[in-house]
Nanobody, 122 residues
Framework: QVQLVESGGGLVQPGGSLRLSCAAS????????MRWYRQAPGKERELVAT????????NYADSVKGRFTMSRDNAKNTVTLQMNSLKPEDTAVYHC???????????????WGQGTQVTVSS
């Protein structure tokens, strides 16, 4: 049974930092591209950051570029999202996603965590 468990969310003041973690189990973690998504109330889900299975290449949404850093540890089956200079508009539920792609980018597996709440407010 595949599980993705996020942790590290909470309440932080604008300009502060949080570090989110996602622990994966039940899958060959190194074979999966990992993503962080977020969804704020009344808004569409937004892709925040990705890290590839091979090479660990990262990509970020323009809204977080330069402030967020995603990394992975294949030995520990974890990904982290270091979030600095947080803004009120970063407030959302953050979800971890594991996706394995086949030929022609066909999605073979797609798993989600339950999410962790991040609230940025003074």
């Amino acid at each position: 049974q595949v599980q993705l468990v996020e942790s590290g969310g909470g309440l932080v003041q604008p300009g502060g930092s949080l570090r989110l973690s996602c622990a994966a189990s039940g899958l060959r973690f190194s074979m999966y591209d990992m993503r962080w998504y977020r969804q704020a109330p009344g808004k569409e889900r937004e892709l925040v950051a990705t890290i590839t299975s091979i090479g660990g290449t990262t990509n970020y949404a323009d809204s977080v570029k330069g402030r967020f850093t995603m990394s992975r540890d294949n030995a520990k089956n974890t990904v982290t999202l270091q979030m600095n200079s947080l803004k009120p508009e970063d407030t959302a539920v953050y979800h971890c996603n594991a996706r394995r792609l086949g030929r022609f980018s066909v999605v073979l597996d797609d798993y989600w965590g339950q999410g962790t709440q991040v609230t940025v407010s003074s």
